[in-house]
């Protein structure tokens, strides 16, 4: 099982604030049946450069590699005008899948321009955006699945987190998705070991008892990048 959302590299954003915690966040993430992890810590554009970003990404991983645990190096790219700057983007994407984890500005609304510059990453740098938790936007909640649609026929794919499925007050929503086929990943989007700690255990239980299926092995979705990514 992969999890495709993690923000367990060390002091690299608001995720693990040091090795104790990362190494912390792994030892759960195993328990809980996760054997390989994409590192998706946030990126911003317009406040340091791909290479920068890679650099300190780099040394954040040589502190919790030998862990014993399979991890893959990636990003949480936060969208902007800022990252056409770049001739490649490859750095940032999942390793050698040609996709990308991106995130979508949380506003009220999102207008022309926002779609434009997802198609620009798809044409510009051949790279397949999967939007990172795309029910938690506002857009996405006011307009359900006409926005859903609107990013699938673009070209991308859509990442659902799991604490959607295990709240109450989302769960609903989120089965809805899931039933509709509009869920083609999860991720934990763990940060660490208190409000945002990874729950796969109960997330399982949950799918088990809704779908009555290993959801796993017979759901029809992804929890990884290993999927013909």
Not at 130 to 149: D, F, G, S, T
Request: proline share 3%; with cysteine; aromatic share 10%.
């Amino acid at each position: 099982m992969f999890d495709l959302h993690t923000h367990i590299l060390p002091g690299m954003d608001d995720g693990a604030k040091d090795v104790a915690e990362a190494s912390a966040l792994i030892e759960l993430l195993k328990m809980q049946g996760v054997e390989t992890a994409v590192l998706t810590p946030h990126y911003h554009p317009y406040l340091e450069s791909v290479s920068d970003f890679s650099e300190r990404r780099r040394l954040s991983y040589e502190s919790i590699k030998d862990c014993g645990f399979d991890m893959i190096l990636a990003s949480e790219t936060y969208l902007s005008e800022s990252l056409f700057s770049n001739d490649s983007i490859d750095e940032l994407a999942i390793s050698n899948t040609g996709h990308l984890l991106l995130e979508l500005p949380f506003q009220e609304k999102w207008g022309s321009s926002v779609f434009r510059q997802i198609g620009r990453i798809i044409t510009k740098y051949n790279i397949k955006p999967i939007i990172a938790h795309a029910e938690r936007y506002e857009p996405v909640q006011i307009n359900k699945e006409k926005e859903l649609k609107v990013l699938v026929d673009l070209g991308c794919r859509l990442q659902f987190n799991i604490d959607s499925f295990i709240d109450r007050r989302t769960r609903s929503a989120a089965m809805k998705y899931f039933r509709r086929g509009w869920v083609d990943f999860v991720g934990s989007d763990c940060h660490n070991l208190t409000d945002r700690r990874p729950r796969f255990d109960e997330f399982q239980m949950i799918m088990k008892k809704k779908m009555k299926c290993e959801y796993q092995q017979e759901c029809n979705y992804d929890t990884g990048p290993n999927i013909n990514l």
